[in-house]
């Protein structure tokens, strides 16, 4: 079942779109700055509901296990807790910087 059609520029691979979203958290970790940091927690949400989905997909429908699939979660997992990680030591830093010296 396709829910936006069979030619449509969202019916792509799984691996096309892991291909691509990877590219974009190695690209944006180098960057410093906090909307770098917001897009990929953001992007990083997105990959933990498709994790869930895919898990429920193997686990319960396929009653299957794939180590390279659960290994996959669990490095998506990761990457959200440290982008996370790094939102917040971000967002922490510019509070502190900007109370003036003598408070």
Request: hydrophobic share 50%; glycine share 8%; aromatic share 12%.
């Amino acid at each position: 079942m396709d829910l936006l059609g069979k030619h449509s520029v969202f019916n792509q691979p799984n691996s096309l779109f892991g291909i691509v979203f990877y590219i974009l958290q190695t690209l944006l970790g180098f960057s410093p700055s906090t909307l770098a940091a917001v897009t990929l927690v953001g992007t990083s949400v997105v990959s933990i509901a498709g994790s869930l989905y895919l898990a429920y997909i193997l686990f319960f429908v396929l009653h299957d296990f794939c180590l390279v699939c659960v290994t996959t979660y669990l490095l998506n997992g990761a990457l959200l807790l440290l982008n996370y990680k790094r939102l917040v030591c971000l967002s922490g830093s510019g509070q502190r910087r900007a109370k003036p010296k003598g408070q």
